[in-house]
Each structure stands twice: as structure tokens, then as C-alpha cells.
């Protein structure tokens, strides 16, 4: 097996791991033995933690890049674009019953440690905010594209984190539905409530 290879296996059992057991959590050694390598070829890959934990953010962050992409080139429709992203919570609802979501706890955790890696792994949510951003401006909502994006991250965040904590696969299932009813009503044409950039608290 080629260096290159065996690096891969190591990001991506991190990344797994990271993601199950956090990142603080996660050890030397619990990645070498979930990749079966001895220390010593370990070490000649990553010398540090914080390079692994660099390696799995550009994993995550080109892995989702794909997505998006994949989104892009499977429909014309933003809202249905808009729809997929929507639909990995009830895609990924075992996981995330179990875990939370993946960038959001990552997320989380690092800035509770106030870790130099921090603002890196925040890329990934403003990955998808100005992806999500996009697509709203192309269905028509362009004055508001930037608050409506951060809604479908904000209530996708909430959705994720309730649903760790309840394990009620039936209330992901209702908000997912529910925001899938929100997002239709974005449409042009549609009667829908006034744009979130002009609501009063």
C-alpha cells in the first residue's frame, strides 16, 4: 500500500473518529489502531494532532465542495438544490441522532477550546451559507439571499441538535416536512411573509 494511500486511511478514520468521539477525545493511538499501523508508521504521515485535524478539515471541505457540485449539475431548480441540502438530515438521521451534525460539533468544540483551527473549520459553514446564498438569489430572492441562507443553517442546526438530544426520529422527520413547506413558499409567486432582513424583534 502507497504512502499516499495509507495518509488517506489516516484522515479518514480521523475524520470518523473526530466526528463520534470529538476531537479532544480522539488519540494518537485510537487513530493508528482503527487504521492498524504501528506508531512508528504513524508518525511518518503526521507528526501532530493539529495536522491531522488540518487534514481532515480540507477533507470535509472538499468532500462538500463534490456535493454542492453534485447538486448543481443534478437540477435547475434552486429550490430543489436547496431541498437537498434540507433533506441531509433525514439522509443522515442515524448519525446524527447518535453524533449531532458533523460540522457543527466540530465547529462547536473548537471554539470551546479556542483552537488556532477554529476559523478553519468554520469554512465549512460558510461553505454552505453562500452556496445556500446562491441558490435563494437564483429563485428570485436576491435582497434577501444572505438571511434566508443563514435560517435554513440556523433551524438545520437546531433540527440536528434537538434530535441528539431527544433521539425522536419523528420530530426530524415533521421539521424536515415543515421546512421543506417553508421553502416552497420562497417561490416566486407565492405568498410567503415578509423578507427577514425588514422583521421587527
Known amino acids: 500500500m502507497g504512502a499516499a494511500s495509507t495518509r488517506q486511511r489516516i484522515v479518514e478514520a480521523a475524520d470518523r473518529l473526530f466526528y463520534e468521539q470529538g476531537f479532544e477525545a480522539t488519540s494518537f493511538a485510537d487513530i493508528a489502531a482503527a487504521v492498524r499501523l504501528s506508531r512508528g508508521n504513524f508518525y511518518y504521515h503526521f507528526k501532530t494532532k493539529d495536522e491531522i485535524l488540518d487534514a481532515v478539515v480540507a477533507l470535509r ?10 447538486w448543481e449539475a443534478g437540477t435547475d431548480d434552486p429550490a430543489e438544490r436547496i431541498r437537498s441540502f434540507i433533506d441531509i438530515l433525514v439522509g443522515n438521521r442515524a448519525k446524527i441522532m447518535l453524533y449531532g451534525c ?3 460539533t466540530l465547529c462547536n468544540e473548537l471554539s470551546k477550546l479556542d483552537h488556532a483551527a477554529k476559523e478553519d473549520a468554520a469554512r465549512l459553514f460558510t461553505l454552505f451559507r453562500d452556496w445556500l446564498a446562491r441558490q435563494f438569489a437564483a429563485l428570485g430572492r436576491e435582497a434577501d439571499a444572505d438571511a434566508l441562507a ?9 433540527v440536528a441538535t434537538l434530535a441528539t438530544a431527544f433521539r425522536d426520529d419523528a420530530f426530524l422527520q415533521r421539521e424536515v416536512e415543515d421546512m421543506g ?3 416552497e413558499a420562497q417561490r416566486p409567486g407565492k405568498s ?5 432582513s425588514s422583521l421587527q424583534p
Not at 410567503?192 to 427577514?196: D, F, G, H, I, V
Request: hydrophobic content about 50%; proline content about 10%.
Open 192 to 196: 410567503r411573509p415578509a423578507p427577514l
Open 150 to 158: 443563514l435560517h435554513v443553517l440556523m433551524r438545520s442546526q437546531g
Open 181 to 183: 413547506v417553508w421553502l
Open 61 to 70: 471541505l472538499a468532500n462538500t465542495g463534490r456535493m454542492l457540485a453534485s
Open 102 to 104: 458533523p460540522v457543527g
